[in-house]
């Protein structure tokens, strides 16, 4: 990504973390990390910029939506949320599926 392009990105994302929508802490010497430049593992492609604890977050697990929810059910499960603890539906997992690319929409749009 070029310094130009992060530029733009940092613009569109209001300068803070896409995820968190927050901010690296503060360095001892008074100045912030930049935001991480979050990238596909397996296509490579860029997809936002992140503060680093969501870009380790990611990293530690390994970009996968599977722990990530089995994570979200476990903290919903022992932590006293008001939330009530649903365990995964077949509903629930459909939402998850992959979405549609927007050009298929369109062209259905077209169709009828």
């Known amino acids: 990504m070029s310094e130009e392009e992060y530029e733009a990105q940092l613009a569109y994302q209001g300068s803070v973390c896409a995820m968190c929508k927050g901010l690296n802490p503060v360095r001892l010497d008074g100045n912030r990390n930049r935001?991480?430049?979050?990238?596909?593992?397996?296509?490579?492609?860029?997809?936002?910029?992140?503060?680093?604890?969501?870009?380790?977050?990611?990293?530690?697990?390994?970009d996968s939506h599977e722990l990530i929810l089995r994570a979200l059910f476990y903290l919903r499960e022992h932590d006293g949320s008001p939330i009530p603890f649903t365990p995964p539906n077949l509903e629930f997992e459909s939402l998850l599926a992959e979405p549609e690319p927007v050009s298929s929409h369109a062209e259905r749009a077209t169709e009828e």
């Open 35 to 62: 935001l991480c430049v979050d990238h596909n593992h397996r296509t490579g492609e860029n997809r936002a910029l992140l503060c680093d604890r969501c870009n380790r977050l990611l990293g530690l697990v390994d």
